[in-house]
């Protein structure tokens, strides 16, 4: 079904397009009875995901510049994605019988002269990383080989390394961009400039990143060092003492810590599990893992160590995700919620959030894969670029942020989606109060976010900066067909108001 006339197959799914309206040549398009079509159109999570009519599967840039157009001029939703997909925002799932625009042809990653890096908007971690490894290079990266680069970057985009190199966003130098119309333009600090701010934190609502090119660093031989630890309940408190103990006296920024909350299925309880990642200094990795030993006897809040696992891993292997299995795992069901704090929430929530996350997976034990985050980076490499350097709103705030990712995979009657996000919401509120998050409001990272959240703790509250988005959606997007990802307003009545349930279906607007 490769290679099919334009006109003779948007027909079918299109009953006002006529044959003269069609553009010419070949594009690919394919309907659900492609082999390929399950393939291509999985998601990482099956929850209020986006639905797919057709998938339009360029190979080249004048093929995506055209098909654009096409869907464009007749009026015809689409979505930018690529097989198994990780956005989860549930908002993506208002976009239901839209066409996919599938960036898998679209997945290089060219290490350029300069050893800039230049990358396809379809690729993902996996394409990414071991080409920087090749070349002895490294730069901020997400923690996982299968997720995509845009769709992370164009949050801001979190790693490891963001203590070193900041957000991925950061190390941006210029983009290729295609807008609604399928119009290709360039951005950078140079052209369009408005557009290359906004793309840097607000960008999954502006436009199709055909390409991005990004600054890399050397890599001092490229190996950083792991530990996995695993400790008793009772460790809670002590573990929870020390980690904010190394936040407080200020984090090293070649340091990256995850307290995490996972399920043992077998024993049928939670499980405290911490990861250290220490880039290129073995010695100092260890130290800060040696202060999650076990305690001596007669210690307050004493820390019980039960498995701890550390090696040297090059940049290829700490991003291939192995330290948490199943990760990768597509058409499971998720549903997101976080919070952020400039250290570590108070322990007190913390060891509440423990209890709650055992009660809900205890009564739904389908949601055994649930998963719950605690990660903290040193904020000054981002915070000593300007404030509103990019769209990014949260620049040098947001030291820990807490990810609670409620997993199921069957459902029935919506029951274990109803606990789901019952739990995650009232985790979620309970560490984002003042007292608990010492933030007097919500700070959100967008890219894990829910849809309950205003749209100001994502993109921020100054006006100023609610203005330069929405005239930036009114300029690149004034039809708002990239609304699938907490989209900008096109006015400015449109800021500050959580998205009320029982939303129209759709938000964008009528051509
Ligand atoms: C397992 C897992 C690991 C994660 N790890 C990290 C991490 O390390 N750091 C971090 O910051 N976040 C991380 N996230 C969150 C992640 O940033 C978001 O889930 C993000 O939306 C994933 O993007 P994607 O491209 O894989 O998904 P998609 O569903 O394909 O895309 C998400 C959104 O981005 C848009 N988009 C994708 N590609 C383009 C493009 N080329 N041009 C324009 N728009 C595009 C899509 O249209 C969609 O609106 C992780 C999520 C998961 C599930
Ligand atoms: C990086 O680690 C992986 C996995 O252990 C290994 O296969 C690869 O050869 C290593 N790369 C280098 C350059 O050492
Ligand atoms: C964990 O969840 C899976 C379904 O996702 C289920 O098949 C399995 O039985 C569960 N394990 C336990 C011990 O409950
Ligand atoms: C495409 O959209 C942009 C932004 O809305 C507009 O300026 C431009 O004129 C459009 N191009 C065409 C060919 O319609």
Request: charged share 20%; net charge negative; with cysteine.
């Amino acid at each position: 079904m490769r290679n099919i006339h334009t006109c003779m197959y948007l027909a079918i799914w299109i009953a006002q397009a006529t044959c003269d309206d069609a553009v010419d040549g070949k594009l690919s398009f394919y309907s659900s009875s492609w082999e390929g079509w399950n393939k291509n159109t999985a998601r990482w999570s099956a929850y209020e995901a986006p639905t797919f009519s057709a998938v339009f599967k360029p190979e080249t840039e004048g093929e995506l510049s055209q098909g654009m157009e096409y869907l464009a001029k007749h009026n015809i939703p689409y979505l930018a994605t690529k097989p198994g997909g990780h956005g989860n925002v549930p908002t993506l799932g208002h976009y239901q019988d839209v066409v996919q625009i599938n960036l898998d042809n679209f997945r290089h990653a060219i290490v350029n002269s300069d050893y800039s890096i230049t990358v396809g908007g379809g690729a993902k971690m996996e394409d990414l990383i071991p080409t920087l490894h090749k070349a002895g290079r490294e730069m901020t990266v997400g923690s996982f080989p299968c997720v995509g680069v845009h769709g992370v970057m164009l949050g801001g985009g979190m790693g490891r390394l963001m203590g070193r190199y900041g957000l991925i966003s950061d190390a941006l130098l210029h983009a290729k961009v295609a807008i609604w119309n399928g119009t290709i333009v360039e951005a950078s600090d140079k052209v369009n400039s408005d557009l290359f701010w906004g793309l840097r934190g607000a960008g999954h609502n502006l436009g199709v990143v055909i390409e991005s090119t990004y600054k890399t660093w050397p890599d001092e031989g490229g190996l950083h060092y792991n530990a996995d630890m695993v400790f008793t309940d009772d460790s809670l408190d002590g573990v929870v003492d020390t980690y904010r103990e190394i936040v407080k006296d200020s984090l090293d920024p070649s340091l990256f810590l995850i307290l995490g909350y996972m399920y043992d299925a077998e024993a049928k309880k939670p499980l405290l599990f911490m990861n250290i990642v220490y880039a290129h200094d073995e010695g100092k990795g260890r130290r800060v893992a040696a202060r999650f030993a076990s305690s001596p006897e007669g210690t307050a809040n004493p820390i019980v160590r039960i498995s701890f696992k550390e090696s040297n891993m090059n940049f290829s292997e700490l991003g291939s995700g192995k330290a948490v299995p199943g990760v990768c795992d597509v058409n499971l069901k998720n549903t997101l919620y976080t919070a952020s704090t400039p250290d570590l929430f108070e322990t007190a929530a913390m060891k509440a959030v423990y209890k709650s996350f055992g009660s809900f997976v205890c009564a739904h034990p389908g949601a055994n894969r649930s998963i719950l985050l605690f990660e903290a980076v040193d904020g000054k490499a981002m915070d000593a670029l300007p404030h509103d350097y990019s769209a990014y709103a949260h620049r040098g705030m947001m030291t820990t942020n807490a990810i609670i990712q409620a997993t199921w995979d069957e459902d029935f009657d919506g029951i274990v989606a109803e606990a789901a996000n019952a739990w995650g919401k009232e985790a979620r509120d309970l560490l984002a109060r003042p007292e608990v998050s010492g933030y007097d409001k919500l700070y959100a990272y967008v890219n894990y976010a829910n849809k309950d959240e205003p749209l100001a703790a994502l993109y921020g509250y100054e006006e100023k900066q609610q203005r330069r988005l929405t005239g930036l959606k009114r300029k690149y997007d004034p039809h708002g067909f990239f609304n699938a990802y907490r989209p900008l307003p096109l006015d400015m009545n449109g800021w500050g108001l959580p998205l009320a349930p029982g939303a129209p279906e759709s938000t964008r607007d009528e051509l």
